[in-house]
């Protein structure tokens, strides 16, 4: 089963507006990231918070992770419509073997109204 | 600078055919990923690679086949396409070392969209 599941599956909102993702998984984790994916396209990264982390900021982005919870939350401040996508989570699991192997959750569709 | 190259964008196979989909990266990236894209099933690990000459398993790798020859590419292959291989297909690499995990950010190409009948 996949590691990462996210909540909600869609979202809908208009400009201006804050968005907000969560993320929870179930084993031990490294890292955890966020990817952006527009339509037709690959995904892109956006953030990357390590599991000594707490919250991690970049522009308008905002991370927090909760280890005891296994979980996190992707906070997009006054949202743009070119904020429209989806987004997921991507878990990096601690064990020592582990070179780079991501697992991704089921993403959230962000659909932001002008 | 190109990145994560995939061809060809678009493929239709019939069932029972096979097809190598292309992956190249020009960021001497030791970590190579090919996963599958389904609605509702967001991305699904099917071959890594952590170097020239190393791949493994992913979630679903039945049915694919792949090989790493150089760090540059990394073709996954379709032995003998069925109707549920049918779904886009992304290819990743990531500097990903050893000791370096918390920089495995992985860069993806644009996507294979494939469909079998």
């Known amino acids: 089963s996949q590691q990462g599941e996210e909540d909600p599956q869609a979202l809908s909102i208009q400009e201006g507006e804050n968005a907000t993702m969560n993320c929870s998984y179930k084993t031990s984790i490294n890292n955890l990231q966020w990817y952006r994916q527009n339509s037709g396209r690959g995904l892109v990264h956006l953030i990357l918070i390590r599991s000594n982390e707490r919250e991690k900021h970049s522009g308008r982005l905002r991370v927090t992770l909760d280890t005891s919870k296994k979980s996190s939350s992707l906070l997009i401040t006054a949202s743009r419509a070119a904020d429209t996508a989806s987004y997921f989570c991507?878990?990096?699991?601690?064990?020592?073997?582990?070179?780079?192997?991501?697992?991704f959750g089921q993403g959230t569709t962000l659909q932001v109204k002008p | 600078n190109a990145g994560v190259t995939q061809t060809p964008k678009f493929q239709v196979l019939k069932t029972g055919q096979s097809m190598t989909l292309q992956c190249a990266q020009d960021m001497n990236h030791e970590y190579m990923s090919w996963y599958r894209q389904d609605p509702g099933m967001g991305l699904r690990l099917i071959h890594y690679s952590v170097g020239a000459g190393i791949t493994d398993q992913g979630e679903v790798p039945n049915g694919y086949n792949v090989s790493r020859s150089t760090t540059e590419d990394f073709p996954l292959r379709l032995l003998s396409a069925a109707p549920s291989q049918t779904s886009v297909y992304f290819c990743?690499?990531?500097?990903?070392?050893?000791?370096?995990?918390?920089?495995?950010?992985?860069?993806f190409g644009a996507g294979t969209r494939l469909s079998v009948l």
């Open positions: 990743a690499s990531s500097p990903g070392l050893a000791g370096r995990l918390a920089k495995n950010i992985q860069y």
């Open positions: 991507a878990t990096a699991f601690a064990y020592s073997g582990n070179t780079g192997k991501l697992i």
